[in-house]
């Protein structure tokens, strides 16, 4: 069985901070590098960070480098944001790192976790 559950999200101010986390269920989560991503109504899907398998190696998005966090323990996956602006506003899911072709092919996601972020 595998299952993603995204938690954490909410409704801030511009320069507030948020802290998501995605508990996973399966092996294929725990033995892959994991990303998070974002998603707004009418547009793709997001890669917004992504954590190697064991934990050394992470990658940014340029939109959030230098504000956003992720790590992770054991089934959880995390991702500290910090200075939140407007445009971070979207849907929060994780999932393992997808390329830019096959991100939005179908396979299972969580429900996601809404991140709002007003100025």
């Known amino acids: 069985q595998v299952q993603l559950v995204e938690s954490g999200g909410g409704s801030v101010l511009a320069g507030e901070s948020l802290r998501l986390s995605c508990a996973t269920t399966g092996k294929i989560f725990a033995s892959n590098a994991m990303a998070w991503y974002r998603q707004v109504p009418k547009k793709r899907r997001e890669l917004v960070a992504e954590?190697?398998?064991?934990?050394?190696s992470t990658h940014y998005g340029d939109s959030v480098k230098g504000r956003f966090i992720i790590s992770r323990d054991k089934n959880l996956v995390n991702l500290e944001m910090n200075n939140l602006q407007p445009e971070d506003t979207a849907t929060y899911y994780c999932n393992v790192v997808l390329s830019e072709e096959t991100i939005d092919w179908p396979r299972y996601w969580g429900q996601g976790t809404r991140v709002t972020v007003s100025s």
């Open positions: 954590i190697s398998a064991n934990g050394s």
